[in-house]
């Protein structure tokens, strides 16, 4: 997705500087312009325009990330952000209270299995994200105060996934993280 | 002051007063601009590996003050060279712009204590509940000058809007000023684009300040009252993402608002208002005020309706701009007898950094893209392009459109040519080293990267280089500007 959307966003650059390179040479040579033309022209812009939006609104909205109530997860596991760290547990989640002794930086998961992570905080917002192990922003959501956010995540591959905080939290937001490994 | 053209035209002493606070505001922002740019530069160099006597907190202490002060400066700079422009049609107070300028000046002054002294480090949208968990980083007090240069700061800028608007209101009825009696066939009054975009912009102004006072208000409930009253954080974030949204895009509309004005000075062609351009103008009114909710995909807990009203909005508030503003840009442009100076080549660079950006914009206000480019290097990379290589470029070209006729001093070609050719190749470099990075999935806003996303690092490498040669070209432009303002003041 990240390469598609940066080859859309590359496509259309090239054409917006063309069509300015265009219209600036233009003025080399003054002419007279026909604004019926160019009222044409501007309808069809607006259809084509209107066209590739549409197509963009179909093709992606069934994309949405936010996990349908009717399906059931084969794993839950309970993601809480703290400054600065996340605690990745099964059954119950850390408090304030019992955070040093409920803590648990590392989750394992079955290779193929579909993860639903709540997530929430015990203080500001962070962002959950998870990373494959060669490094690729695969899914994300928030933490907020007082939510629990789900996630479901299908991991189709072995290996380390890093949970790193994707929400400004404070001084070490950089250093928040925590592991999934699959397994 | 000195020799005043019809540039501003507006009657004898009033005219003098305006140039001055004019004058007062652009030369602060020629003096700030340099010195946030730096605060940009010091983060990716530190980000680049190059200056870890830095600690993080001193980092996210600037970073906080460098993107407070970027949207605010450009936001005041967009107020005051619309108010001069507005002159040549209704008679804005220049007290109250003087008023505004000294609450922005004490906000300044606040902002700069809590984040240099202080080390505050909460981002330029201070999420909640944030500036009050600052695990031990930064004192009380510091929180308290933020809200309290919020506070004063949006007082003033409520006070300079509204005047704006009752400027306006003096002369044109709100219906009038807002076009729709083009919808209906009439055509007079004539009302000129910028009372039009003025005035959807200055309404967008006092509805984020609406929000940010909402938010004020509750933050104080919550921290002063003492009933145990927690706020809701979605509530909350929903409000400062409404209420950031708001003022970035109305910076961006002061400046289309200038392209209107002023490009027709360069190439003779008059840019008069039509039903299109109400037509545009009211629907990007609408739309403004729900397209924030693009800020919030990753809030699951949001309902799924608004996530969806957000990417369609987000979609839909681009048909105007691209299909009535960009569009009529290139129309006016074309096969005219354009004179090229610096002005006119900043504003249609400008135009062209709007909609370079707002593909980007749009791009990542899709939901499907957000899940892989929210929070990464991708979202500074398409507000730096609708902001420094479009906004930022329409104000400065504008405002040197104003001090160069107004003192008279002929503009050098080969420093034009220097200034545009930097700018462009340093601002174009320094963006696409973020386009970049965002792709990888490179978070935004760490001082230091981990193993995981290292590349990280080398993009903010190669940027150093085109941002040494953007601030070469902003120098030279700062100097060329510089010295019309102060002759200007000097006679």
Redesign the interface.
């Known amino acids: 997705m990240p390469l598609t959307a940066f080859g859309v966003f590359l496509a259309s650059t090239t054409i917006i500087l063309i069509v300015f390179a265009i219209v600036a040479r233009s003025t080399n040579v003054p002419r007279d312009i026909s604004y019926a033309g160019a009222n044409r022209l501007r309808l069809l812009f607006f259809a084509s325009l209107g066209v590739i939006l549409l197509i963009f609104l179909v093709l992606t909205l069934p994309d949405l990330p936010y996990p349908v109530e009717a399906s059931t997860p084969e794993r839950v596991v309970l993601a809480t952000g703290k400054q600065y760290a996340w605690s990745l547990n099964e059954g119950t989640a850390p408090t304030v209270a019992n955070w040093d002794d409920a803590f648990n930086q590392k989750v394992q998961v079955s290779t193929g299995a579909v993860v639903e992570f709540r997530v929430t905080t015990l203080d500001v917002n962070h962002g959950f994200s998870l990373y494959t192990p060669d490094g690729h922003l695969m899914a994300q959501t928030q933490a907020m105060p007082g939510y629990v956010n789900r996630l479901r995540v299908k991991f189709d591959k072995p290996g380390n996934y890093t949970v790193l905080c994707l929400e400004f939290c404070g001084m070490a937001h950089h250093g928040m993280r925590g592991l999934v490994e699959v397994r | 002051m000195a020799s005043l053209t019809t540039t501003v035209a507006a009657p004898g002493v009033y005219r003098a007063r305006l140039v001055r606070v004019t004058l007062i505001w652009v030369l602060t922002a020629l003096v700030l601009f340099p010195v946030l740019a730096i605060l940009g530069l010091l983060m990716r160099t530190e980000q680049g590996g190059y200056l870890q006597a830095m600690s ?2 001193f980092f ?1 202490a600037i970073m906080t003050l460098h993107g407070l002060g970027m949207v605010g400066l450009w936001f005041v700079a967009g107020m005051a060279v619309i108010s001069v422009l507005l002159a040549t049609y209704v008679k804005p107070t220049t007290t109250v712009s003087w008023i505004a300028y000294g609450a922005t000046l004490t906000g300044v002054v606040l902002l700069l204590a809590a984040t240099l002294v202080g080390r505050l ?3 330029w949208y201070f ?1 909640y ?2 500036p009050f ?3 031990g ?1 930064w004192p009380g007090w510091a929180t308290a000058s933020l809200f309290a240069a919020l506070a004063i700061m949006g007082v003033g800028w409520t006070l300079w809007a509204g005047d704006l608007l009752f400027a306006i209101a003096r002369r044109y009825r709100l219906s009038h000023a807002l076009g729709w009696h083009y919808l209906g066939g009439s055509t007079t009054p004539e009302v000129p684009p910028i009372i039009i975009i003025s005035t959807v912009s200055l309404i967008g102004v006092l509805a984020g300040l609406v929000a940010a006072v909402v938010i004020l208000v509750l933050v104080a409930l919550e921290q002063l009252g003492g009933s145990g009253f ?1 706020n ?3 509530l909350i ?1 929903n409000l400062t993402f409404y209420f950031g949204h708001m003022v970035v895009n109305v910076t961006m509309y002061l400046g289309v608002a200038m392209v209107y004005e002023v490009i027709p000075a360069y ?1 003779g062609r008059p840019w008069k208002t039509n039903t299109l351009v109400v037509f545009s103008w009211n629907l990007v009114l609408l739309l403004v005020m729900v397209a924030y909710l693009h800020h919030l995909y ?4 949001q309902p ?1 309706w608004l ?2 009203t957000g ?2 909005s987000s ?1 839909l508030i ?2 105007p701009a ?2 009535v503003t960009i ?1 009529s840009t ?2 006016l ?6 004179r ?1 100076r610096l002005p006119s080549v900043m504003l ?1 660079l400008g135009v ?1 950094g709007w ?2 950006g707002g ?2 914009a ?2 990542d206000s ?4 957000n ?6 290097l991708w979202v500074p990379a398409h507000f730096h392009t609708y902001f420094v290589m479009g906004v930022v470029l329409m104000i400065l070209g504008t405002v040197f459109h104003l001090v160069t006729e107004l003192s008279n001093v002929p503009e050098s070609l080969a420093l034009t040519k220097t200034i545009i050719g930097t700018v462009g190749v340093g601002g174009y470099g320094f963006l696409l080293m973020f ?1 970049l990075a ?4 490179v ?1 935004r ?6 193993a ?2 290292a ?1 990280g690092t080398i993009y903010a490498k190669i940027s150093l280089i085109f941002i040494a040669v953007l601030l070469i070209g902003a120098l030279v432009y700062i100097w060329e500007t510089g010295r019309r303002c102060l002759k200007l003041f000097s006679s």
């Open positions: 993080p907190e996210y480090g909460v981002g999420l509940p944030l968990h600052s695990g980083t927690t809701d954080a979605l974030k190439n990753m809030d699951f807990a799924r996530q969806v990417q369609l979609y681009s048909v691209a299909v569009f290139l129309v442009i074309y096969g005219s007898t354009m090229w249609f062209m909609a370079i593909v980007a749009v791009i899709t939901v499907a893209v899940t892989h480019f929210h929070n990464t386009y965002g792709v990888a999935g978070p806003r760490y001082a230091v990267y981990p995981e996303v590349v």
